[in-house]
């Protein structure tokens, strides 16, 4: 799960998808592709309307995304236009590139909807960012778990 700063809308599509799928059997982390944030826990307001529903992240880590994440992971998702050029650019090849894809395309196929950031709005922008990761998130574990 990736965006910006990895304090705001990946830490909350980590905690939601690890909330959806058995943890021993699926690696699921999250980063931004920006350093700001390195080492720092997510924002309060991102723990805050996670605790709400149930979903603990307050122990989560700032950390960068890096190259060697396209050999981790086989499904990259991102939150924006920008953190999409942003992970392509650090792409070595065409299987990299095929592992990155825009999250609300899973519940808005091919139509590259954003996820907004939050970070500088109120607690509501939050909110919607909760429940549009949730719904993202269903269909991912489902997909997954087939
Ligand atoms: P995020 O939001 O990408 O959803 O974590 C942001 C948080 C912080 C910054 C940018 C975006 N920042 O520039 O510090």
């Known amino acids: 799960m990736v965006c910006l700063g990895n304090i705001c809308r990946s830490p909350l599509a980590e905690g939601i998808l690890k909330s959806k799928l058995p943890i021993n059997q699926f690696i699921i982390d999250s980063a931004g592709t920006g350093n700001y944030h390195v080492g720092d826990p997510p924002d309060l307001r991102s723990i805050k309307v996670a605790k709400k529903y149930g979903v603990n992240i307050s122990n989560q880590k700032g950390r960068q995304f890096s190259e060697t994440d396209f050999d981790t992971f086989d499904y ?11 992970v ?6 065409e299987q990299d590139i095929q592992k990155v894809r825009m999250i609300l395309n899973e519940i808005y196929p091919k139509q590259n909807y954003n996820v907004p950031d939050p970070y500088t709005g109120g607690i509501q922008g939050f909110e919607s960012t909760f429940k549009m990761l949730d719904e993202a998130c269903e269909e991912i574990a489902k997909k997954l778990l087939k």
């Open 88 to 93: 392509i650019k650090l792409a070595r090849n």
């Open 76 to 86: 990259i998702y991102v939150m924006d236009d920008s953190n999409y050029e942003n």
